[in-house]
């Protein structure tokens, strides 16, 4: 099977390099009322989609949808919808 180039990493710390936005089937939006600004998704996402603050912004470019924020948040401020649902 042919991968396309960005499912290949080639060496670590080149995530910034692939945007992995297009593998996103759900997408986690943040109630910006609920966020504490405590920083845990941004500590457990496995790319650079999470922008630290109160609230946290997320770069779609990089967010593959995974949902582990959405699990690791402590107050449920992050929800996983469906792509094209908001
Ligand atoms: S884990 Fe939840 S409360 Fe903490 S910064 Fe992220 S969205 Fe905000
Ligand atoms: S769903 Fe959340 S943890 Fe996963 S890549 Fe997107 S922002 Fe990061």
Same mark, same amino acid.
């Given at each position: !099977? /042919?991968?396309? =180039?960005?499912? #290949? #990493?080639?060496? =670590?710390?080149?995530?910034? &390099?692939?945007?992995?936005?297009?593998?996103?089937?759900? /997408?986690?939006?943040?109630d *910006?009322?609920?966020?504490n600004?405590?920083?845990?998704?941004?500590? +457990?996402?496995? $790319?650079? *989609? @999470?922008?630290?603050? /109160?609230?946290? %912004? #997320?770069? +779609?470019?990089?967010?593959?949808?995974?949902? @582990?924020? *959405?699990?690791?948040? =402590? %107050? /449920? *401020? @992050?929800? !996983?919808? $469906?792509?094209? &649902?908001?």
């Amino acid at each position: !099977m /042919k991968l396309p =180039p960005s499912t #290949i #990493i080639l060496k =670590p710390g080149n995530s910034e &390099q692939n945007e992995t936005g297009s593998w996103r089937s759900l /997408k986690p939006v943040v109630d *910006a009322e609920k966020c504490n600004g405590c920083g845990l998704c941004w500590l +457990y996402c496995p $790319e650079p *989609a @999470i922008t630290k603050g /109160k609230p946290v %912004v #997320i770069d +779609y470019r990089y967010c593959k949808g995974c949902g @582990i924020c *959405a699990n690791e948040c =402590p %107050v /449920k *401020a @992050i929800v !996983m919808v $469906e792509e094209g &649902q908001k």
